[in-house]
Structure formats: structure tokens, C-alpha cells
């Protein structure tokens, strides 16, 4: 219906799944260098540029809406009473203003809940960063939340670069108007509309969905499938989750990652997951945990592109042996681009929007149900359906400036899950491989250990090709 925008299956599964041990937020940390701020930086000049770009983005004054005769999924409209000061908040670290207290903040940040009743998000201005003074043209970090529900990792990305310019004087883009408004009779009616629909759209889904259980009957006779789901061994943060969050980060050369990928003759891709390979090998080494058996990781993969259905996360998903049982780094990266070959195979040959078809017939309460008997039964389980969540987004390779700043480095931070304690998202941004790591500090208290590990790896790959 005109007027107002209805979430997907898939946008609003992650506000069913949603509890106070499991936010679904994706969070992004940058760092930017505020001496190339036209006027200088003050925090109030940054909130009335950001006022100005946010009047160009509708996506950041929608609001969720729903009530109990809705049949389907809540609706976003437009908040009337949007008020960026609700969103837009500021913080000093404590010093010396290092990582580590960038870190802890941001970690705390990151564990709590968004408000339901306004736009889901937030921006969290911290100053003192590295001990400098913003004002005199030093660094500022600046986190933003978005709800899962409104965002992957392609639009997260879209949205970031929507709020950054290629130059640091770029004048505002015009206003563009919202997603308009909604009575509750509108949003019932149209949900029952929907809710009738359903029966013929399973009948649509059925026969991809068998196709896809066929083809993957054969392509496992011939050895030719991704990793399985519930193939993982059990890890250290493969257990409950709490609310609690730690974060830790590493930024890595890209034109060292290139030089790898070359060499070997395999992808970006192939290369990043053979750095997060072998940096978890090193941790769980180093905790005398490493499973003989090879760990899984969960890898978002876009559908934009093969897509057709409306929501906001257009996403399939592809389960890859990150081969963490082979110790030589060169065996390693070349075992995991032939499993990646042919799991992106058997990722292709799945409908784009199997996932998205289905999610749009389960109700809240399924998804509630289902995840609190989940969690349940997680520590009772013999084996986690995947080890990890571990996600690779391409980014701009020109200057980017956040209202007017420059942007050093984006840091990208996705949300973990019971049973799934890990979550490594990487982003490529002018010259930099980003890494962003999020876990529960109940589990793995030591994520510098981790991320510092990723250099290392880098380091011997490189020694082996000279």
C-alpha cells in the first residue's frame, strides 16, 4: 500500500530473534582525521551537517509501527517527531585514549538494545581518541548502530557512503521525502491481505525448494557440496550467549592481501578467510583448543543482484571449511580457495531467494519459540551449526570524507548469536583491509590476542611467497 513500507520475512526475523542476550544491531567504528573539517571541528557543526544529510536519507527517520490485528510483518512510516539530538550522542575517552579504551567503549555501546518506538539507530561521537584534541584538528571515532532489520551488509555499506562525500566541502544533497504514514486500519488490512496470499506463495516456493534438496542429493554423491550445517566442532564460543560484548580490530595492507591473492593465483576472498583461518588456529592454539577437525564458518552472501523480492536484507548464506586443521599456511589458503570454489557452486545453484521466500510465512512467535528452545538446548548440543559468522564487504577505494572529515579507517562490527559467540566482518576501504571482531567477553575475553594475530598471518603468507 502506498504510504508506508513492509518489512520483508527475512528484515523481520532479526526483530523476532531479537532479546536482551541477543541484539541484532550491525555496528561500524570510524576513525577520521577532523583537520580537514571546512571551519574546524565542534561537535555542534557536525550535528547540524549530519541534520542536513539525514533530510537526503529517508532510511534514518523511519520508524517501525505495528499493532495486534496486523496478520504480517510491521510496517515502517515516517516518525513525525524525529529529533536527530534522540539519536546523536557524545562521549571523551578516558586516557591515554588508545584501542583498548576505544575498544571497551565501543564494546559497551555495542550491547545495548535500540529504542522500538523511534528510528533504529544511533551515532556515538567519542573524542580524545589517541590522546588528540578534535578541535585542534586530532582524530574523533565515531560508532553507528542499525538494526539488522533495516540494513545488510551491502546496504550498511550504501547507507555509510551516503553520509560521506568525496570531498570534504561537498555541499548537502537535496531533501528526499519518506516512507509517508499509516492508520492501524491500513496496516491491518493490508497484513491480512498478505496473510491470505500466503498459501499461494508456498505453493511458488515448494518446487525451488525441492529442486534445491535434489541437487544437493547429488551434488553430495559426487563430494561436491559446501560444508554441512552441524559439521563444526565445538569451540570455547560456540555456547550461550550473554549481553555482554568485547570488540577488538586490525588493519591490514591491501596491496599486501593483493600481492597474496596474485601469487596464489585465488581470490580477495580466499585470502581473508585464510587470515581469520589462521588467526583462530594461532588463539586456539595458544589455548591448546584446536579441534582436529576443520572450523565452519557462516558466510553472508549478497543476492542484490539475483534478486527481485522487495526488504532491505537480500541475502543467501554459504557454510565454508575454513581448513583450520592444515598448520602450513600455503596448503592452507590453496585448500580453502578449491573448498570455496565449489561451495560458491553449490551457493549459485540455490534459489537467491529460497531464504527470503521462506522467512516470510513464519510468524513472532515461531521465531521466539524457536529461538528459546535453541538456546535451551545450545549447551547440551554435540556440535554448533557453524563455528562463526564471518563476512566480507567491499568498500570505496577513493577518499572518503564523514561530514567533512577524513575517513582513516571503518571498522565493521555484525551481531553474534547463541551458539555462534564470533563474528569477524571485513571491509576494504581505500587501500586498507578493515577487520572488525565482536564476541562476548563470557567466552573469549582475549580478542587482541586474535586480531593482532591477523598481521602475523598476513606476515607469513607473504614470507612465503619470497
Known sequence: MPGFQRLSGLDASFLYLETAAQPLHVCSVLEVDTSTMPGGYTFDRLRDALSLRIKAMPEFREKLVDNRLNLDHPVRVEDKDFDVDRHLHRIGLPAPGGRVELAEICAHIASLPLDRSRPLWEMWVIENVAGTDAHDGGRLAVLTKVHHSGVDGVTGANLMSQLCTTEPDAPPPDPVPGAGSATDLEIALGGAIRFAARPLRLVNVLPTTVSTVVDTVKRARSGLTMAPPFAAPKTAFNANITGHRNIAFAQLDLEDVKRVKNHFGVKVNDVVMALVSGALRRFLLDRGELPDSSLVAMVPVSVHDRSDRPGRNQVSGMF???????????????????????????????????????????????????????????????????NLVLSNVPGPQIPLYFLGAEVKAMYPLGPIFHGSGLNVTVMSLRGTLDVGIISCPELLPDLWDMADDFQVELDALLAAIS
Open 320 to 386: 565454508a571449511r575454513l581448513e583450520t586443521n592444515i598448520a602450513d599456511p600455503v596448503e592452507r589458503i590453496k585448500a580453502i580457495a578449491d573448498a570455496n570454489s565449489v561451495a560458491k557452486q553449490h551457493s549459485s545453484a540455490i534459489g537467491a531467494t529460497l531464504l527470503q521466500d521462506w522467512t516470510q510465512f513464519a510468524a513472532p512467535a515461531v521465531f521466539g519459540v524457536a529461538m528459546r528452545v535453541y538456546a535451551a538446548s545450545r549447551l547440551a548440543s554435540a556440535k554448533p551449526v557453524h
